[in-house]
């Protein structure tokens, strides 16, 4: 799954050991979602949206949904 985490932190000038720490995850986990080799749970999500004031679809991108525009 296609997502924004990456530039969203970066606009933040966090690391990913910060926005981990944040999240109370790893940074593996960080870095796993970011490059699309791991989709985070629902909860997660909700963490992450949350985090950054958005709602999870503007962070996280439906494959399905890129590929019809």
Same mark, same amino acid.
């Given at each position: 799954?296609?997502?924004?985490l990456r530039v969203l ?12 720490? %944040? ?20 909860? %997660?999500? &909700?963490?992450?949206?949350?985090? &950054? ?7 996280? %991108? ?8």
């Amino acid at each position: 799954m296609n997502n924004r985490l990456r530039v969203l932190r970066a606009e933040r000038a966090w690391s990913q050991q910060h926005l981990a720490e %944040l999240l109370e995850v790893s940074r593996q986990s960080v870095n796993a979602i970011e490059t699309g080799r791991y989709d985070p749970s629902l909860p %997660l999500a &909700f963490k992450i949206a949350d985090l &950054f004031g958005l709602a999870i679809e503007e962070i996280f %991108l439906n494959p399905a949904k890129e590929t019809d525009q």
